[in-house]
C-alpha cells in the first residue's frame, strides 16, 4: 500500500519538476548547451550510465561538444569536456564554479555534512579549507616524510611475508600513517577500530555519492517517509551508514583530546591545531569544531585515495613490464642496492616522477573529479548555466586528450613526460579543479614516490604464477562509479634477489 503511495508522490513530483522545469526562463537569445535528447519527466536519467561512465561522457562530448548538458529529472548537469572551458568555467570563473550541490542522502541521511568535501562554498567551507591548507601544502609537507617511509618499509616488509595480501598491507599501511599524521594515534595490528569506521564510512560513500544511485537526492521530500514503510530501505541503509560516518569524525577526535590532557599525544594536525588555539587571542568559539572537521576529512580523504592509486600502479606494472625494468635500472643505478630509497633521492630518479605521473594519468581514481555546482546563473557564449547546476569536471577526457598528452593515451607510457609541452596530470585534472583542487595532493604525491621507488627497488610485480613460476594470464577489472580502480585481481609480487630481501629485513632495524 505505501509503496504505491511512494509511486504516487514520486510521480506527483516528476511532473510538478517538469512543469517547473520547462516553464524556467532561459533569457532570450541564450538557450541550454547541447546534450542528450531527454525523455518526458525523467530527463536523461536513464541514459545515465551505471557503469564506465567515462566511455558515454567521452562519446557525448564527441557528439556535443566541450559542454554537455544533461537533466536527471529535475536537476541541470552539465559535462565539461575540454582543458580550455574547465580553465574557463573552473578558475576564471571560480567565484561562481566552486559550489557543491546538497546531496540530501549524503548530507541529511548519512550525516556527512561535517566533511569539507561536500560542504557548500562559503565562509564555514573556506575555515576548514584554511585549516587544512596550512598543514597540508606543499611548503610543509615534508614534516610527514620521516612517516611516510617509516610505514613504506614496513609496507616492504608485510610484502615479503605475504604477497598475495597486498590490499591488505597497502589499506594498513595508509591507514597508519593518515592516523599518525591526523591524531597521532598508532594503529593497532588487527581490527583497529578508527580503521573499521573509515573503511566501512568509504565504502558507504562511493555507493552513495555515484549521481543517481539514490532517488532521494532528486526528490527530498523522499527523507520524510517512515524507516519501516515498503522502498525507503534507502533510509535504513543510510542510517546504518551514519554511525560509521560519525563515528569517524569523533572518535579518534575525542582519542586525541584526551591524551594531550594527559600530555600523551603525540605531535599531528590535531594536537597542533588545538595548541594554536591556546595562544590565539580572538578565535571563533565553534574554531574546534572546524578543527574536529578538518581532521576527520583529512582521515577520509588521505587514506582510500591513496590505497587505490598504489592498487593501480601495481596493476600497471602488471602489464607492462618494460616500464618497470627501465625503472629498476634508474633506481640500481643511483643506489648500486646497498641502500633503500629516500625521499632525497627523487630529483635523480625522472623514469620514477614519471611513473607515479602516468600513475595519476592512465586511470585517475575520479575519472569525474567531484562535481561542483554553481552559485549563480551564468552565461559561456551562447549557452544559459543556471544557478544550483551539477557541474562535472570530465577528468578522464582532459587527462587522455592526445593533444595534451601525446599518442596512445590508454596505454601506460612514462616517456610522455619527456616530451616537450607535455602537461601534468596532478593540474589536468587528477586532482580535480580550480578553488577545490584537492588539498592533499602534495602528501599525496610524496607518498606515492615513496611507494613506487620502494617497491621497485626491491620486488618484481607480475601477473599470477603458477606453482612452477610460470606467468599466467593477468585479469583485472576497474570498478565504476564515484571512485574508479581495480577490482582484486591475483598478481606475483616477488623480491628482485637475495640482496634485495636482505635490504627489506634490514629496514626492521632502522
Ligand atoms: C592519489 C591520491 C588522491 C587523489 C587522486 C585525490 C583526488 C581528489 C579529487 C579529484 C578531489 C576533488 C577536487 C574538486 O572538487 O575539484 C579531491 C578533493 C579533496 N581531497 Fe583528495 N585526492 C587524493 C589524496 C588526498 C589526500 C592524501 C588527502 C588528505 C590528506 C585528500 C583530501 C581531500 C579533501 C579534503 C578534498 C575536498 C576539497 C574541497 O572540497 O575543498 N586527498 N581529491
Sequence with gaps: ?????????????????????????????????????????????????????????????????EIVYVKMYNADVIIVNSRRMVYELFDKRSSIYSDRSESTMLINIMGWGWGMTFQRYGEWWRRHRRAMHEKFHNGVVDTFKPSQTKHTRDLLRRLLATPEDYPEHIRFVAGAVIMEATYGIQVKERDDPYL??????????????????????????????????PGATFKQKGREW????????????????AAMLQGKADDCFVTSHLEELDTLKEVPADQEIVIKNTAGIVFAGGSDTTVNTTITFILAMALFPEVQRKAQAELDHLLGGIRLVEFEDEPELPYIAAIRKEVLRWHP???????????????????????????????????????????????FIPERYFMPGVRDPALTGAFGFGRRICPGSHMAENSLFMKIA??????DISGPR???????????????GFFSFPDN??????????AARELILQSAAE
Design 1 to 65: 500500500m505505501f509503496s504505491i503511495w511512494i509511486q504516487v508522490g514520486v510521480s506527483a513530483a516528476l511532473i510538478v519538476a517538469f512543469l517547473v522545469h520547462s516553464r524556467r526562463r532561459i533569457p532570450r537569445g541564450l538557450r541550454l548547451p547541447p546534450g542528450p535528447p531527454q525523455r518526458l519527466f525523467v530527463g536523461n536519467a536513464w541514459d545515465m550510465p551505471k557503469e564506465r561512465e567515462w566511455e558515454t561522457f567521452g562519446k557525448w562530448a564527441k557528439e556535443y561538444g
Design 466 to 480: 603458477d606453482a612452477t613460476g610460470r606467468e599466467l594470464p593477468l585479469e583485472y577489472t576497474f570498478s565504476s
Design 196 to 229: 573499521i569506521a573509515a573503511d566501512k564510512s568509504l565504502r558507504s560513500l562511493g555507493e552513495a555519492a555515484a549521481p543517481g544511485t539514490f532517488l532521494v537526492d532528486n526528490f527530498p521530500w523522499m527523507k520524510y517517509i517512515p524507516d519501516w514503510v
Design 489 to 498: 585481481f591475483k598478481c606475483s609480487i616477488t623480491p628482485r634477489s637475495q
Design 454 to 459: 620502494s617497491m621497485l627497488q626491491v620486488f
Design 242 to 257: 551514519a554511525k560509521h560516518v560519525s563515528d569517524m569524525n569523533e572518535f579518534p577526535f575525542q582519542a586525541t583530546k
Design 365 to 411: 581514481l575520479l575519472p569525474q573529479g567531484v562535481a561542483h555546482a554553481t552559485s549563480e546563473d551564468d552565461v559561456v557564449g551562447e549557452y544559459f548555466i543556471p544557478k544550483g547546476t551539477v557541474v562535472i569536471g570530465n577528468s578522464w577526457a582532459l587527462l587522455h586528450d592526445e593533444a595534451d598528452f601525446g599518442p596512445d593515451t590508454n596505454k
